[in-house]
Each structure stands twice: as C-alpha cells, then as structure tokens.
C-alpha cells in the first residue's frame, strides 16, 4: 500500500530555512504527480506545492511562491522542499501526498517558525 514518510521539520526562526523529506514506497512514485500539502492549527488542509513525474512542470501556492522550492528523485523514491525565508505563517504539519487534496499523505512533520 501507499507509504509516505516526511521528515525534516523543527523549529526554525522567521526568516530561516528548512528542507523537508518524504520518503515513498509502495507504489510507482516515477508515474505519480506528487504534492506538499499543509495544515496550521486550527485550519484546514492547504495545498502547497505540485511536481509532475518528472519534474518539468512544477506549480506552488500563491503564499510561498519564490520561497519555496519542491523537488524529487525518482531513483531514490523522495520528494523534497526547500523552505526559505520563513514566515510565522508557514507554520504548519506538512505532509507530501499523491493527491492535491492530501487524501492519500503521510503523516507529517510539524514545522513551527518562531522566534
């Protein structure tokens, strides 16, 4: 079955960088539109970021375009994202999915930027 495991996240102050992991297994991750997908206490799921099988065509949200960078390698089965210039807002529990709504996620990591 669908295994996606994140890592990577912490505490981090505004303005500083983190770069998140996931790690998946279980299906054809080379064949599959992966995701970053978010969700700041109390709210709910957002989408964050998109990376078509190969890595060609690439969309982000509105509130972390130029700031964060998705990416992903299909020999080792992982999806990246390069978070830069952190914001208090970007807290959240981030979770890589198969699909733009986070049906399909891992369990996520929690990322808190605070100073």
């Known amino acids: 079955q669908v295994q996606l495991v994140e890592s990577g996240g912490g505490l981090v102050q505004p303005g500083g960088s983190l770069r998140l992991s996931c790690a998946a297994s279980?299906?054809?991750?080379?064949?599959?539109?992966m995701h970053w997908v978010r969700q700041a206490p109390g709210k709910g799921l957002e989408w964050v970021s998109s990376?078509?099988?190969?890595?060609?065509?690439?969309n982000y949200a509105d509130s972390v375009k130029g700031r964060f960078t998705i990416s992903r390698d299909n020999a080792k089965s992982t999806l990246s994202l390069q978070m830069n210039s952190l914001k208090a807002e970007d807290t959240a529990v981030y979770y890589c999915?198969?699909?733009?709504?986070?049906?399909?996620r891992g369990k996520g990591t929690l990322v808190t930027v605070s100073s």
């Open positions: 279980g299906f054809m991750f080379s064949r599959t539109v």
């Open positions: 990376i078509s099988e190969r890595g060609v065509k690439i």
């Open positions: 999915a198969t699909d733009r709504h986070g049906t399909s």
